[in-house]
């Protein structure tokens, strides 16, 4: 079954602990993308990737950290977690680029402490 | 600067009735348009696009009209159904197809 896989769905964590929050896919996708979800602010993108090794700063990346070292896989690293970074976090995939239909993952529920 | 605003949190329609939900955008070089939509616990799921060469987009009871001197977009769904209750997004990419661009969202309920 083609799918985006996110771990874990679930997160409660303390201000100061790194993490890395998962993501994978399964459809042989250059694009992928993490977003995060707060109220009355929509969807946010944080960080994207064209391709392997190559990775780009959406409209929120500050606090957060990716890499590309293979095709199927994005996480997302948050060095040191803050409250502000609470939030749903979705990673999604698509063919080529943001164009294309892209498809999510269920998402991560984060809260920092 | 949101560059893509959906001034309506939420809208409550009567089943078999007509939605729609709209997107304003404020930057011209969009040339290019999606609309997702969420269920409750799950991430968002591409429902239909248009290009800025065309005005109208359609997808069985779905379709999307794209006004640009007006900077405005619009989803409709006929007949609207319990089953189209969800958050509507609309985006726009940008830079050459890296950057994509989400409005607020509008909540959409259908009551039967």
């Known amino acids: 079954e083609a799918q985006v896989t996110q771990n874990p769905r679930y997160l409660i964590t303390v201000t100061g602990k790194k993490l890395t929050v998962t993501c994978s896919q399964n459809m042989n996708h250059e694009y992928m993308s993490w977003y995060r979800q707060d109220p009355g602010l929509g969807l946010r993108q944080i960080y994207y990737s064209m391709n392997v090794e190559v990775t780009d700063k959406g409209d929120v990346p500050e606090g957060y950290k990716v890499s590309r070292k293979e095709k199927r896989n994005f996480p997302l690293i948050l060095e040191s977690p803050s409250p502000n970074q609470t939030s749903l976090y979705f990673c999604?995939?698509?063919?080529?680029?943001?164009?294309?239909?892209?498809?999510f993952g269920p998402g991560t529920r984060l809260t920092v402490l | 600067d949101q560059q893509v605003k959906q001034n309506s949190p939420s809208l409550s329609v009567q089943e078999g009735r007509i939605s729609i939900l709209n997107c304003d955008y404020t930057n011209s070089m969009f040339d290019y348009f999606l609309w997702y939509k969420k269920y409750p616990a799950e991430g968002p799921t591409f429902l239909i696009s248009i290009s800025s060469i065309k005005d109208k987009n359609e997808d069985g009871r779905f379709t999307v009209f794209l006004n640009k001197s007006a900077k405005h977009l619009s989803l409709h769904i006929v007949p609207s159904q319990p089953g189209d209750s969800a958050v509507y997004f609309c985006?726009?990419?940008?830079?050459?197809?890296?950057?994509?661009?989400f409005g607020q969202g509008t909540e959409l309920s259908v009551k039967p």
């Open positions: 985006a726009a990419p940008l830079l050459e197809g890296g950057k994509l661009i």
């Open positions: 999604a995939s698509s063919l080529s680029e943001a164009y294309n239909e892209q498809f």
